[in-house]
Each structure stands twice: as C-alpha cells, then as structure tokens.
C-alpha cells in the first residue's frame, strides 16, 4: 500500500524510513493518522487540507486505505496509530462500523481514536455503535473544511496523548506495584540491589545488561570502605563488591559519583543514572548503559519508582538492622539463640551430623555475683567469658550467648571435648582489676545423637545441661537418647492426662486404716487412679509427679478433697459413721492461694464433720516449707481438720520442725515396715519414729503391712495404727461398703475413731 506524508511525499508502509524517531531527527514522532475511504478525493482533500500543520507541536503522516479490508489488512501488522478517519459505508453499507467493531474486540486498539465520516448527510450510525465502540467524533464529509478537520483532528490526538499517558502510567505503576512488592520479598540490601537491576530493566524495557548498585555508606564508615558495588548485571557483574574507584571505567564512576553527590537522577546521552535516596544516608546509585527517552510521563512514572525503591531501601535497611538485633546478643556482640538455631540447621541438614556437637556452658552463681558485685561488673565478666571462649576454642566454632550467663559452642567434637571446655574456667578472670574464678555447668549433645533440627538439638542439650546441674554441678553431662525419650514420655502421659480430666477417667479408691490395738477399721486413705483408655491403671507415682510439675495438681486435689469429702459422708450415711479420711495433698496445692478456700467448701457442702478429715503432707514438703506451711496449717487446724505426716523416715528428720507444726499423726513409710522382720537392726528407725511420736504427743501410723508378723512387731514397738494389703488393698466405693460390711470387727456404727 502507499502513504503519503503531509508534504506529499510517497512513501511505503513499512519503510523505516517512514517512521522518523524523535531521538534521530531531534523532534518528537509526528501523529500517524490512517484515513479509510474508498473515495480517493477524500484522501488527497485531507492530506491538502492539513499539509503542514502540527497538532500539539508534532508533525501529522498519514496512512491510506481504500477499503476496510485493506484498512484490517494495514492494522494486522500496525498497530500505532493516533486517529482513523473512517468512511461508513465502504464494500457495504456497514463496512465501517464493521470495521470499528474488528479494531476495538479483535485488535484490542482501545486508545486509538476513531473519527467517522460519510458522504450522505442524515445517514446516521446507530447511537449504540458510537457508545459502544468508543468513536470518537461523528461528521458527514460536507462538514470537513479545513478548520472543521483541524479542530476534529485536535481534539482527537489530544484525547489519544491522554488515553496513552494514563495506560502507560497504569502499565507503569503496575508495573512498580509488582517490583515493590517482589524487592520488598528479598531479605538483605545485595539481594534488594539486585532486584532493582531486574525491576528497572522491566519497567523500563532495557536489557539487564550494563546496570549497577551502588552503596555509600554512612558518612564515618566512608573512609574505610568506600563506595561499593553491590550488585552488578550483564557485564558489569564482574565488578560487584569492588569499591567504585576500581572499577576501571570513568565515565561509569563519574556518572555514579556525581549522582550520589548532587542526590539526584542524572540522563545523559548514553547512560542513565538513577538515585535512591535514604533517610540513614546510606544512599544508592543505579547505573544503566541505555539512555532513557524522557517525556513528562515517564519522569514521573520514574520518579514515582525511585521514590518506591527508596521506600524499599529503607524498610530493608531497616529490617536489617532488625535481623542484627534478631541474631545478635547487643551485649557480647555474639549470634544469640536464633541464629544458633540456623546455624545447627545448617550443620543438620549439610549431612555433618556425626562431626559435631553441642556445648552449653552455664556460669555457676552468676547471679549472686552479678547482685554482689554489681550489674556493670556481671557485663563485662560476660564479655570477659565470651571472649575467653572465642579466643581459646578458635573460630571453627561457632559461639553464642542463649540467656544471662549461659553460653553455647557449636563445633568439631575434638575441639569440644569436656577437658577442652573445662580447661577454659581454669584461670581467674580478671575484672575492674580484680580477679574471679568462675565454675561452670555443662551439657554436651553430640549432634549424632540428635533427632529433628536445630531448635530440638538445642533443647537436648538442654536437657543434658539441666541433669547436670541438678546432679553434676561444676562438672558436665552428655545427652543420651535415654533423656529424651523419657522427657517425650513424660510429655505424652502430660497431655493424656489433661484428656483424662476432661474425660473424667481419674477415680478414687480407698485403703482401709486398721487399729492394730483393738483390730478395728478406724479410717480411710483415698488414693487417685487413672484408668487409660485401654482399662490399663496408670500408676499414681508415674502421673502424680507429673500433674506437680505442670500445675494441673491443684485442679486435680480440688477434686480429691471434695470426692473424698463428700465420700465420707456417704459412708455416714451407710451407717459407717466415725470412719476417719486421710487425703493427699501435694505442695503445689498448699501453695495455691485458694486452697483453704477449697478445702472449706469442700468440708461445708459435703457436710462432713471435720474432725474426720486428715490431710497427709508429705516430710520432705514439712521440710522444705516449714514457714509457708506453719501457717497454712494453722488455718486449717483451725477448720478441726487433722494433719498427718506421710512417708516419715525418708527424708532428712529435724526435731524443730516437727515442734513447730500443729501435726497429729505420723506415718511410717513402708520401706521400713517391709524390712521390719528382717532383723533387729531393721527395727530401729521405726521404733524411733514410734518413740519420737509419742514423746510429741502423735499417733503413729505404720504404711504398707502385708503380714501378720509385721503387725506383730509394729504392735510391739507401740504403733497404734497400720494400713496395708495384709488388710486391704485400696477399693472403689461400692467394693469398699461390701468390704467394710464383711470386716468382723467393723460392723455399722461400730468402729470408732482412734482418738489420740
Ligand atoms: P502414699 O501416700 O504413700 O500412699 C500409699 C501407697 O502405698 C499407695 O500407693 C498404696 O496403694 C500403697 N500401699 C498400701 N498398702 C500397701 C502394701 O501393703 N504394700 C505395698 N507395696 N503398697 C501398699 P498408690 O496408690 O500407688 O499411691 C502412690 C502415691 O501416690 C501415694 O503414696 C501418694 O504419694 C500419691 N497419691 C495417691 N493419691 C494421691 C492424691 O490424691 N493426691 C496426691 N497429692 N498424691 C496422691
Ligand atoms: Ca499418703
Ligand atoms: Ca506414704
């Protein structure tokens, strides 16, 4: 086909010659217009018409076509075109509108603008078509005069220039929505740098090629690194790392140089350099080889993306500083807890299990020296400590402080071998020119014998540090995978026992209490039964300890003392009356604020007589808490209820304890009973527990009788009471009436309680 420009030169479509560029010619692109008529004087008027004329300060070529087939025929392969003048009726009598309908749905040309013509006046389109279709401009060929075409003209390519700038700005913020949020997923400033290369490239449709990052550091850190690059693309890539004043090429560092300085953008002939300003003037420079064509839209398309990117550099900068914070003790300036974890990932997941281990070191009494000696002087004995490590134990290991005074060296098994770790406590320490020896606790984990990742290597030697603290303290353990699997044992029967409360699966039986004097059932001992799932009894010495140890003891002995009370009182009601009722109850329960709270209510609506309830504590509880409890007792001695002290002779008897506590009865704990026949010598802790009782005004109680002899002997030795399977072993409710009902001594109303 053929075009003509406004000067009436011919030219052929495709011809690049057709198309001067700005850049080349030094003016902006002329507005290409495509006029489809199949009137050829209405070619040649239009082209006459407006030879010459600029619209909007650029130049006009137009495009000819004689029919809308020749018309699709041009736009199948060109595409950029401003404005169509297009006649209506063509090969047929809706060609054009046709025509309208192929370049707005088939060709997706929605920003070009359509300008409709015909030659007879009152022939008018449907109002649908130019509504649908977006047609810009409807005049019958008569009203085109000159100035009529110029304004029509006018007002097209204007609205045209406006469809594309915002289009592109829309392309282009798009474009920086996506590049943000894909910068903002990288973590670290190289990777954020790198991404800016990418994104730039994208938005601005170069290559990735000949692009490069640069960071200037803060303005003190400048003399010792410099200006670097930090990402590099294509054949810069080379370059990355290098300070920008070897990077060999001067006009690439001029160009960087300048940007930074002056802090802004700087378009030259051949390159680009954009800047990326920082509010902690850690400012960045990106060089590009290709210029970029400036029109007002794309500046501020740029602008706006350099603003982004900035916002970006900071959030990274930002959360860089955040990960030191993350990873790093501010202290001792060591990796903390997290990025030891990494770090044993690291070694985990690199197949390096069996080369490695684990060392926590844990400073004995550092609390006390850091109360005594002060807080500044507990600091630097840390730093002291950490860099005693560091230094001796080498940079093959990887050190980190995890809480206050507890450090941790992950390296080679030979380097951590406990003499290693040991010999660097050896000398005294010296702080604020005084000297201090300082002993420390140890537990090793070899990461061979480590299940799962880094946070589980960490706790194992946890664990191995805990057991060495409680049983080796100043000296070191090694986890074993014993450790763990009772740990995770213990972990499971916890959260099967938190099912089993809710699932109501905890019962009470009750042992019978025998007067060895009158042979009478003179009490009861409730004690706590879990029946799994599977019917199987789980000991109370397995899930006791347990329920202690995560609290749930209180909630648990809550339970007991009103089961036991409001048992009591139904064994009144059977006509047992007088039947006294030991209950256990451990120290986390003492402890509890509202445990006197409970055991009231526990006494009032059970309608229990009071004087028939006795708590057993057990010594090692009437021990260790002797303050707390002597006053606790008090009160509860002042409800009328009765205290025993269980398992007597186990643990470590001071007489002044026992002066102090308002106590009624001693137990004696069956490891004493078992052995009580075995010889004279067996006898003597329980004849002095009976003594000692009697001489403080307690009765004694013997646990865990299983043969007439020892009863014999018990009764010997002055205990009034005993308890055991000689007896009865503990029963359920119903198990127990029947039993009580076949005792001879015991029937209805007829025992009495033991009144010491
Ligand atoms: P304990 O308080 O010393 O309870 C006596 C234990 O000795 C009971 O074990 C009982 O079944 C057992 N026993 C009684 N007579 C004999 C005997 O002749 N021979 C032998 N070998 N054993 C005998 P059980 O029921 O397994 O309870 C173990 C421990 O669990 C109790 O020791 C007590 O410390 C604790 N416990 C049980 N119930 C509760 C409770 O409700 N609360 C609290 N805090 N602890 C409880
Ligand atoms: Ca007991
Ligand atoms: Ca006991």
Redesign the pocket.
């Known amino acids: 086909m053929v075009t003509k420009t406004a000067d009436d030169e011919l030219l052929f479509a495709g011809d690049p010659a057709e198309r001067p560029v700005g850049k080349q010619s030094g003016h902006p692109p002329p507005w290409r217009v495509l006029i489809v008529d199949d009137d050829p004087d209405v070619h040649t008027t239009t082209t006459f018409a407006l030879r010459g004329t600029e619209i909007l300060g650029r130049a006009i070529t137009f495009l000819h076509a004689d029919s809308a087939a020749q018309a699709r025929d041009i736009l199948t392969n060109d595409r950029d075109i401003a404005v169509i003048l297009l006649d209506v009726v063509m090969e047929e009598e809706d060609s054009g509108l046709k025509l309208v309908r192929i370049i707005r749905e088939d060709f997706g040309m929605g920003e070009t603008r359509i300008i409709l013509r015909t030659g007879q006046p009152g022939y008018a389109p449907e109002m649908d078509a130019i509504r649908d279709y977006d047609i810009n401009d409807y005049k019958t060929k008569s009203e085109l005069t000159r100035n009529k075409l110029f304004t029509a003209l006018t007002s097209a390519v204007r609205s045209y220039r406006q469809i594309r700038t915002i289009n592109e700005n829309r392309r282009g913020l798009d474009l920086i929505v996506r590049a943000s949020g894909e910068l903002l997923a990288l973590s670290g400033i190289r990777n954020f740098a790198a991404g800016i290369i990418t994104q730039m490239s994208a938005l601005l449709g170069v290559m990735p090629e000949g692009l490069i990052c640069v960071q200037r550091p803060p303005e003190i850190e400048l003399a010792e690194d410099g200006t670097l690059v930090i990402a590099a693309a294509g054949r810069y890539a080379s370059l990355i790392n290098l300070p920008i004043d070897e990077i060999g090429n001067e006009r690439v560092f001029n160009s960087l140089n300048r940007c930074l300085d002056e802090e802004h953008h700087i378009f030259e002939a051949d390159s680009t350099t954009l800047f990326f300003g920082s509010r902690t003037h850690r400012n960045m420079a990106a060089y590009l080889d290709a210029p970029i064509d400036i029109d007002d839209s794309s500046r501020q398309l740029l602008e706006v993306f350099c603003t982004n990117i900035s916002i970006g550099l900071e959030n990274t900068l930002l959360f860089s500083q955040l990960h030191d914070y993350a990873y790093f003790d501010s202290l001792t300036g060591l990796p903390n807890r997290r990025s030891l974890i990494n770090k044993l990932d690291e070694r985990l997941l690199g197949g390096e299990r069996g080369r490695y281990s684990l060392a926590l070191i844990d400073l004995d009494g550092f609390a006390e020296t850091n109360d005594a000696l002060g807080h500044q002087y507990g600091d630097e004995l840390l730093k002291a400590v950490a860099e005693r490590i560091r230094s001796i134990l080498g940079p093959q290991c990887t050190l980190a402080r995890l809480s206050a005074d507890t450090f941790a060296v992950l390296g080679q098994i030979e380097l951590l071998l406990p003499a290693n770790l040991q010999a660097l406590f050896r000398d005294a320490f010296v702080i604020q020119e005084q000297e201090l020896m300082i002993a420390s606790t140890m537990g090793i984990a070899h990461l061979v014998d480590v299940d799962g990742n880094g946070a589980e290597a960490l706790k194992d030697a946890y664990l191995a540090l805990r057991r060495a603290k409680t049983h080796a303290r100043g000296e070191y353990m090694f986890f074993t995978r014993d450790m763990a699997t009772e740990i995770r044992e213990r972990s499971k029967l916890m959260q099967a026992l938190r099912v089993a409360i809710e699932r109501q699966r905890l019962f009470l039986c009750y042992?019978p209490q025998i007067s060895l004097v009158t042979g009478q059932v003179i009490g009861l001992?409730?004690?706590?039964r879990w029946r799994a799932e599977d019917g199987r009894l789980i000991?109370?010495?397995r899930f006791?300890p347990i329920a202690e140890h995560s609290g749930m003891?209180v909630s648990i002995?809550d339970w007991?003392l009103r089961m036991s009370c409001f048992q009591q009182a139904e064994l009144s009601r059977h006509g047992f009356k007088n039947l006294s009722m030991a209950i256990?109850?451990?120290v986390g329960q003492f402890r509890h604020p509202r445990f006197l709270a409970a055991l009231q209510g526990a006494l009032a609506d059970s309608g229990v007589d009071p004087r028939l309830i006795e708590l057993?504590i057990t010594e090692s509880m009437a021990m260790e808490e002797a303050d707390l409890l002597a006053k606790t007792l008090d009160s509860i001695k002042g409800l009328g209820v009765r205290i025993a002290i269980?398992?007597f002779g186990t643990g470590f008897s001071s007489l002044s304890y026992l002066q102090r506590l308002q106590v009624d009865r001693l137990k004696i704990d069956?490891a004493f009973v078992a052995e009580i026949t075995h010889s004279e010598r067996a006898r003597r802790i329980p004849e002095l527990v009976i003594q000692l009782g009697h001489k403080l005004g307690l009765t004694v109680l013997a646990?865990?009788?299983?043969e007439q002899e020892q009863a014999d002997i018990l009764l010997q030795l002055g205990c009034e009471d005993a308890?055991?399977?000689?007896y009865a072993r503990?029963m359920e409710p119903q198990q127990l009436i029947d039993w009580l009902r076949a005792y001879p001594v015991c029937s209805p109303d007829g025992g009495a309680p033991n009144d010491a």
Request: charged share 30%; glycine share 10%.
């Open positions: 042992q001992e409730a004690l706590l000991e109370p010495s006791i003891i002995g007991v256990n109850v451990s057993e269980d398992d069956r646990e865990g009788v299983e308890q055991g399977f000689y503990p």
